[in-house]
């Protein structure tokens, strides 16, 4: 038997992680994204870097973490959205990696110095195209995907009301916006900096840190988890589910 706070605690501080270590993380590398000459460069950030690379990583594995953690419990929802949560969850983190590879790799070719034969041009040019699969990386990962994670688990914590529905409606609100400004950027309609671009970003940003302080600090709805079969004779902060996910 899982204890249902357990699990909503340990959903909301992986949320909550994935804010503590990707925010950090991007002005740590951000010195090899802006510096067009980083690969030929001193190597001065090359620690920085990498830190903000393993951060990038960490993140990636939290947002997996709050899948698994909230799985038992909004599967009893719906199986479909709950399957889908975690499937996104875990595509998101390895579209992510390959920014964390390309970063990685960035570090590597400049404390390896100039490869024989090729001169500062063409390290120029190979440095440029690891931060492109970097950058894309960020938009089809982080900058797509949490569309996904968005319908799927907004959807099921709006109809069950395991926590209070304004939170999960702005995830349903943020996610068609941040659709639109995604396949906007994919096909130069506007820029990473554009006025739409941040427009569509605050619905989102809030929805997943307002769902990790409620469940890390208040947890599921107790009449909402009754509702959905678990043990009502448990107390409120301990509600239990079957570890196989048996209802």
Not at 18 to 35: K, R, V
Not at 64 to 72: C, D, E, F, K, V
Not at 79 to 86: I, K, M, T
Not at 117 to 145: E, Y
């Amino acid at each position: 038997m899982i204890s249902t706070r357990r699990l909503s605690l340990a959903g909301g501080v992986a949320y909550l992680l994935t804010f503590a270590f990707s925010i950090p993380a991007f002005f740590l590398y951000e010195p090899a994204l802006t510096d067009a000459a980083y690969i030929i460069g001193d190597g001065a950030a090359d620690t920085r870097v990498i830190l903000g690379a393993f951060l990038e990583m960490l993140t990636a594995l939290a947002g997996i973490g709050t899948a698994i953690a909230l799985y038992p419990v909004i599967r009893r929802q719906s199986e479909a959205l709950s399957v889908g949560f975690v499937s996104t969850r875990i595509f998101e983190a390895a579209v992510m990696m390959f920014g964390v590879i390309a970063l990685l790799a960035l570090v590597t070719m400049r404390q390896d110095g100039a490869v024989p034969g090729n001169d500062d041009t063409t390290m120029l040019g190979i440095g440029q195209l690891l931060v492109v699969v970097r950058d894309h990386s960020a938009r089809l990962g982080p900058g797509f995907v949490p569309v996904l994670n968005a319908l799927c688990l907004g959807y099921v914590l709006f109809r069950s009301r395991l926590v209070p529905r304004l939170i999960p409606a702005l995830g349903l609100i943020g996610a068609p916006l941040l659709l639109a400004s995604v396949v906007g950027r994919i096909f130069g309609l506007h820029s990473d900096e554009s006025v739409f671009a941040a427009i569509a970003l605050p619905a989102i940003f809030f929805w997943e840190l307002s769902v990790g302080l409620w469940l890390t600090f208040k947890g599921f709805n107790a009449a909402a988890l009754h509702t959905l079969g678990f043990d009502s004779g448990a107390s409120t902060t301990d509600r239990t589910v079957v570890a196989d996910g048996g209802a």
